[in-house]
């Protein structure tokens, strides 16, 4: 996790993101913190509803790399 300016932070959670993110998601909501989620690309398809929580939530995703 790193802090970017003005109570921004990035993440970057590949290990367990399936599991975690979603927690993840609703703290940050609770403490109305914007975040930018960094994923391998093959795990953005792997775990859409994971993606749209994140999305719906006015959090933004980036990809790492996109691996296969």
């Known amino acids: 996790m790193y802090h970017g300016s003005a109570g921004y932070i ?3 959670n590949q290990l367990s993101a399936h599991v ?3 927690q993840i998601v ?3 909501d609770n403490y ?3 975040a930018t989620f960094f994923f ?3 795990n953005i ?4 509803s994971i993606c749209e929580k994140i999305i719906s939530s006015d959090h933004q995703i980036a990809t790492i790399a996109f691996l296969t």
């Open 32 to 34: 109305n913190v914007p």
């Open 40 to 42: 391998i690309g093959k």
């Open 10 to 12: 990035f993440i970057k």
């Open 26 to 28: 609703d703290i940050l």
């Open 45 to 48: 398809e792997k775990y859409p």
């Open 20 to 22: 975690t993110t979603p």
